[in-house]
């Protein structure tokens, strides 16, 4: 006979990005990333979304406080900040709550930060929201940049995976849902291109 694969628990900690605001359900990178993988022939688990749209790093804290999560998720993906830069929240307060939460990812990986996946913060003030708002892109653009590299040094020094998708947000200003500000699900999909082949690599990781 031939064996089923058992399903690997999956983990996907975030914002409004995580969840996939105004796009279906079923369009969100998380679920997308999910779906590829399984045509890949591999077996994640159905995401175990812990994301809200409007949070920041320690409203991510305290929503993961709630949901009594425990160790043992063989995938876990962080995707979380700009909330906090559109507040205008401080870098440094950043870098202090994300260290904390990417510590939390790794335990909840059972204490394995190579199956651990950083996933950046897409750049907004490109969208037809932000010139709306009156806002200034670039000025977004570099405080997100330097929020980015905050949380790509801290992948590397703990030993997790770090995907890059900002330029992506970049390159694609009007690839956007109704609302003008979140990722119409094509963006999600080419996000997933990038994630994916990380994801490969860090569901093989033993450490």
Same mark, same amino acid.
């Given at each position: 006979?031939?064996?089923?694969?058992?399903?690997?628990?999956?983990?996907?900690?975030?914002?409004?990005?995580?969840?996939?605001?105004?796009?279906?359900?079923?369009?969100?990178?998380?679920?997308?990333?999910?779906?590829?993988?399984?045509?890949?022939?591999?077996?994640?688990?159905?995401?175990?979304?812990?994301?809200?749209?409007?949070?920041?790093?320690?409203?991510?804290?305290?929503?993961?406080?709630?949901?009594?999560?425990?160790?043992?998720?063989?995938?876990?993906?962080?995707?979380? /900040? %700009?909330?906090? +830069?559109?507040?205008?929240?401080? =870098? @440094? $307060?950043?870098?202090?709550?994300? *260290?904390?939460?990417?510590?939390?990812?790794?335990?909840?990986?059972?204490?394995?930060?190579?199956?651990?996946?950083?996933?950046?913060?897409?750049?907004?003030?490109?969208?037809?929201?932000?010139?709306?708002?009156?806002?200034?892109?670039?000025?977004?653009?570099?405080?997100?940049?330097?929020?980015?590299?905050?949380?790509?040094?801290?992948?590397?020094?703990?030993?997790?995976?770090?995907?890059?998708?900002? /330029? %992506?947000?970049? +390159?694609?200003?009007?690839?956007? =849902? @109704? $609302?003008?500000?979140?990722?119409? *699900?094509?963006?999600?999909?080419?996000?997933?291109?990038?994630?994916?082949?990380?994801?490969?690599?860090?569901?093989?990781?033993?450490?």
């Amino acid at each position: 006979m031939t064996s089923v694969p058992q399903e690997l628990p999956y983990l996907a900690l975030g914002d409004s990005y995580t969840i996939g605001e105004a796009v279906a359900a079923d369009a969100c990178w998380p679920e997308v990333l999910v779906q590829r993988l399984r045509q890949a022939g591999l077996a994640p688990g159905d995401p175990r979304i812990v994301a809200v749209t409007g949070w920041t790093t320690d409203e991510l804290a305290q929503g993961m406080d709630e949901a009594a999560l425990a160790p043992g998720y063989d995938l876990v993906t962080l995707q979380i /900040g %700009v909330n906090n +830069q559109y507040r205008g929240r401080s =870098a @440094a $307060d950043y870098r202090e709550q994300f *260290a904390g939460l990417l510590a939390r990812a790794i335990q909840l990986a059972r204490g394995r930060p190579g199956r651990v996946v950083v996933v950046s913060i897409p750049d907004w003030g490109v969208t037809r929201f932000a010139r709306e708002q009156g806002r200034d892109p670039a000025l977004v653009g570099r405080e997100l940049d330097a929020y980015n590299a905050i949380a790509a040094q801290a992948s590397r020094d703990a030993g997790a995976h770090f995907v890059d998708i900002t /330029g %992506v947000s970049r +390159q694609h200003p009007d690839l956007l =849902a @109704a $609302d003008g500000l979140h990722p119409a *699900a094509a963006q999600y999909g080419l996000w997933t291109e990038l994630i994916e082949p990380v994801v490969r690599v860090a569901l093989h990781s033993t450490r």
